[in-house]
Every structure is written in C-alpha cells, then in structure tokens.
C-alpha cells in the first residue's frame, strides 16, 4: 500500500477511491468472466516511468528519438507472444481488444466490405457488427446462428452448416469466430473449411480463451486461422489492452500499417512492458496448471448450480464461463436483479442474455458467470459448490422479499469475507 499512502499525500481525493476499490477487489469473489487479478509485477510494470515516452513506430523504425530501451522492451513483448501462440508475426500495440479488432478490419477489408460474425445476442461482440460499433458503420456484417432446438444435441452451440450455409450465400471477405459469452470449444478447422469454401479470411477473436489456449485448456486456433486477435487482460492475466497475431507475413505487413498510423499514434509503453511481464509468467510451467484449474473451477461451479435448479445453456461449459439461465429456478427471477443483489452480497457477476432470450438487454434471463479470477486467488473446485450456495441463498431470499434479502445478502457477505481473507488477491 506504499503506492496509496504516496498518492494519498498528493492528491487525497482520487487516493481515496482507489482505496476503496482495492478494498473491494480484496473483499469480494469476482466472478466476472472477462476480469482477473493480474500479478504485483504486472501491475508495477503500468505504473512505470515507460508511460512518459512518444514510441511511435516499431522498434528500430520510431519517429522519436530516446527509444533505446522501449525498442527492447517492445521486442520482449513480441517475441514472448509469438512463443505464446506458436506463431510468427505478433503486434503488441493496439490498446484494446476492440481497437485489435478494428486495426484487423482496416488491414483486411475495404470499407463496405461484408463479414461474417455470431448473431451478436447469443454471445458476440459489439466488434463483431453491433449496428453503431464502427464494425457495423463502416462494414457489412452479417450473422450465423447457434442452434436453437431443445431436442438437438448441439442445442445453443454454434451451428457449423449455418457457418457454411451464411459463408455460400454472402461470400464475405472476412469470416469471424471467437465470442463474449460463449462456454464451449471453438472448431477452428471447421470455420477455416468453411471460409476457404467462399475465399473468406477467418479472423478468431480469442479475447476471452485465449489463456486458456496459450495454457493448453483450449485448441489453438493456429495453424486454421489466418489472424487472431486478443486481449490480455482476461485469461492472460495481463494489463489492459490488445494483441494480434498471424503467420503471414505480408498480413503482417498491413496489420502494423493499420495499427501504426492507421488506427492509433504513440504505443502505450508501460502496458507494453506490462504485457511482456503477463507474457513472460503465461510462458511458465504455473500457467498450465491455472488454466486447467480454470476450467475445472468452471466445471464444478456449473454442476453445482445445476444441482440446485438452475439451467446451464448448452448443458454446461468446456472453458472458463458459463451462462445460467435463471428461468427453471423461478420465472419472476431476472438477470439485472441477480447481479444487483448478489453485488449486495459480495459477489460480482453480470446480467447477460442467453441464448433466444426473451427479455431485453438490459433485464435479461441470465447471469454470466467465470472462474479466472477467483482461480487466481486459488480457489479450487471443492469450493465452487459453497460459492454456488452463496448464490442460491442471495437469490432465494430474493425472491422471498426485501427483508429477507437484507438479511441474508448480509450473512453471505460476512462469509465472502472471510472466504476471501482465507485466500487473498496475488501480492
Ligand atoms: C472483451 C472482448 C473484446 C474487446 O475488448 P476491449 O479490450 O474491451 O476492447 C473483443 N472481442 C471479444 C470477443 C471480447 O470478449
């Protein structure tokens, strides 16, 4: 806490919050699927002098002068994501996941363009074509479904003939797989039969499994896809921001142009260093063993909660995430309610639709719900069965009344607690 006492003598008010919100990260089980608790290396390497430095450029070709050690850096970061994914081009600059995606887009496509994406409900991104997203201002999406049909073994998975059946009738330039909320494996060498069928790139968008890929829990998407973008700071555990990868060398060439100086100016230096520190601890043996343990969490929590009258989509997960429909359990039960009052109790998820759901967006029938994060902390799947009954108690006292709620979101909350103080964020 050095780093607050040293913030707190500068600037009080701001010092203060963030504070409170360590407080609340230490005190609370997040089960937020696209958020982690990243390592005390990490974190030191954002918050570092590198964060001063104009690097536009890449290393050895900057447009300002003083980058000797910036250019080391940058060149850490990529090597370490290359051998991460067993690939060889990377670009370690974009600042996000959704600039990653748009950076792609440029280099790709021609504006007006035609691609392919997952219907953006059932588990897409806003990147992936949402109408007032530049993905669906300034290009053509058009969208493949999961399969809808209760009596069907694949019900609410990707449906693999509408992949190639939207690919034949659309010819897109671009095919893209790789979701927001999506619980089981992805079939890269499907998608690629199906974009080589139409002449379409296939681009997978692994920003939610993509540590789980680089910690074997996952299949790679190399060698089926032509481009993979990410982020890393879901499953990788790194700071926040974005990575794209490729094995061609000339959509490698085009991809830097379209990140530097199509997209973006001065690469984010510090968060540059702090991705080649993520890199660098992904690359260890300890990293296997936290992405099965991933998984494994997920699997346990999704039984558990099965077992107590909620329906996991699809029948369960294969990764890191499962969605929960809240409908079996009670029909008066929303999402947006679940998320507030499970936040009353200390544990933090988001509302999400599920798959066909029939409320809207911001009400929704489910809860998503993921395991990186408290896996950092170190829970195991023995204690995924006591956060699946911290969940059903806050939402059965929920349904029971205000009173009740109170009363019970407070006794879970003294629970969570000591639960969390039994197993502390990494430090
Ligand atoms: C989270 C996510 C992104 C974008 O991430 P930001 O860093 O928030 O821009 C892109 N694609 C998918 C599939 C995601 O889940």
Redesign the pocket.
């Known amino acids: 806490m050095q780093v607050v006492d040293l913030l707190r003598r500068h600037d009080r008010s701001v010092a203060d919050l963030i504070a409170k919100e360590a407080e609340r990260q230490e005190t609370t089980l997040e089960l937020i699927a ?1 958020e982690n608790h990243v390592s005390p290396a990490v974190l030191h390497a954002a918050g570092t002098c590198l964060t001063n430095k104009y690097a536009e450029g890449y290393p050895g070709a900057r447009y300002y002068g003083g980058c000797v050690y910036h250019d080391q850096v940058e060149e850490i970061a990529r090597e370490r994501a290359r051998s991460m994914f067993g690939c060889r081009f990377a670009n370690v600059q974009p600042h ?4 990653a ?1 748009a950076a792609v887009f440029m280099a790709l496509m021609e504006p007006g363009a035609t691609f392919a994406s997952l219907v953006l409900k059932d588990g897409g ?1 806003l ?2 074509g949402m109408k007032i997203n530049f993905s669906g201002t300034y290009y053509k999406p058009v969208h493949y479904p999961l399969h809808y049909d209760v009596n069907h073994p694949q019900h609410e998975r990707i449906d693999y003939d509408a992949v190639a059946a939207v690919c034949r009738e659309h010819k897109p330039k671009v095919l893209l797989c ?3 909320a999506y619980p089981r494996v992805i079939d890269f060498k499907k998608f690629r039969e199906a974009a080589d069928q139409c002449g379409a790139l296939l681009v997978a ?1 692994v ?2 499994i993509a540590g789980l890929i680089v910690g074997g829990a996952h299949p790679s998407p190399f060698p089926y896809a032509h481009v993979v973008t990410t ?1 890393t ?2 499953t990788l555990r790194g700071p ?1 921001g ?1 990575l794209i990868l490729t094995d061609s060398e000339d959509l490698a060439k085009k991809i830097d142009r379209s990140v530097f100086p199509g997209m973006q100016g001065g690469p984010l230096m510090h968060i540059i260093a702090a991705k080649a520190i993520a890199f660098g601890e992904c690359l260890q043996d300890s990293f296997k063993t936290y992405a099965a343990q991933v998984v494994r969490n997920a699997g346990s929590l999704a039984a558990a909660l099965a077992e107590r009258g909620y329906r996991i989509t699809s029948g369960g997960t294969d990764n890191h995430l499962m969605l929960v429909d809240l409908r079996p359990r009670s029909d008066r039960l929303t999402g947006a309610d679940a998320e507030k009052w499970l936040e009353e109790a200390g544990i933090i998820c988001n509302k999400n639709g599920i798959p066909d759901d029939p409320r809207p967006p911001r009400v929704t029938s489910g809860v998503r719900l993921g395991t990186p994060a408290v896996t950092s902390r170190g829970l195991k799947e023995a204690h995924m069965p006591v956060v699946a009954d911290f969940i059903d108690r806050v939402l059965d006292a929920g349904l029971r009344g205000d009173d009740d709620r109170r009363i019970v979101a407070g006794q879970v909350r003294e629970q969570v607690r000591s639960l969390c103080r039994e197993f502390p964020m990494p430090a």
């Open positions: 696209s996000s996941g959704a600039q995606n991104h990147s992936h790789g979701y927001s968008d920003a939610h982020t700071h879901k926040r974005g």
